[in-house]
């Protein structure tokens, strides 16, 4: 067993089944609709369902990042059973948590002299930020101390590969991420915004591709073109979704087109941190690839 443990947040979109099985730690950020907070706590509170059907009714979403004092509690259980502690953070791209996390380790080590802690910008978001943990874990399954495990990451997160589209840009225009106008003329051409996450950690629009069906496509051409050993990729592969019709029919065509991938792909309900400012209709592919360098 190992003698650190491995953290992250609950925007890292996996099931609690699955932090679990993998015996990953986790902290939850919060989101409030109408000024009701409420724990992203990988929807055991609230199903997906309800906070978009109340989205969509008109309630007001916002999120919260982990407090300081949130991290040195979470962290200092674990110090005091003796443990190093090494955790991932959402990306700095999207979010300030991490300045957060960086300040309760400088105060805990004062208390904690002997022992490692490890903050680490993870510079993914979603389930592409849960496949990283994923590859962590099994890093540390394979007997990695926790230093080698903390290079390991620095020197492989930006191969870790995110693509996102949508079919609804609802709250893409509500965020100011889309203009009104651009908005409504995407909406009356049935255009869906394809995106990915950058080398900073950002998430940024790359294509404009009107209907569903041809923006899968786009989709999957995407990974042909990065993942390792093209259409032999053999590593892992996860989709996140806000809207499970569509998810399910990328998750057919991916495995059709990759038949080697490691465990078929993992579909995940994107998480209500994310959700928040996506709303429905959002589908991300993550896989490990060609490095991130735009």
Known sequence: MADYIVSCESAADLSPEWMEKRDLKYICFTFSLNGVEYKDD?????KPDELYRRMLAGEEAKTAQVALTEYAGHFRKYLEQGKDVLHCTLSTGISGTYNAAVLAASQLREDFPDRKIYIIDSLAASSGYGLLME??????DEGLPVEELAKWIEDHKLNLVHWFFSTDLTFYIRGGRVSKTAGFVGQVLS?????NVDFKGRLIPREKIRTKKKVLRRQLEKMIELADDGVN????????????????????????????????????PIGAT????TGPGTVALFFWGKKRED
């Open 42 to 46: 990988l929807w055991k509170s609230m």
């Open 135 to 140: 590859g962590v874990a099994d890093k540390r």
């Open 191 to 195: 255009i869906c915004p394809l995106l």
């Open 233 to 268: 990729y053999s590593g892992k592969c996860f989709i996140s979704q806000s809207d499970v019709e569509t998810g399910e029919e990328m998750k057919k065509l991916v495995e059709e087109t990759f038949p080697n991938i490691q465990g078929g792909v993992q579909v995940f």
């Open 274 to 277: 994310i959700g928040s400012h």
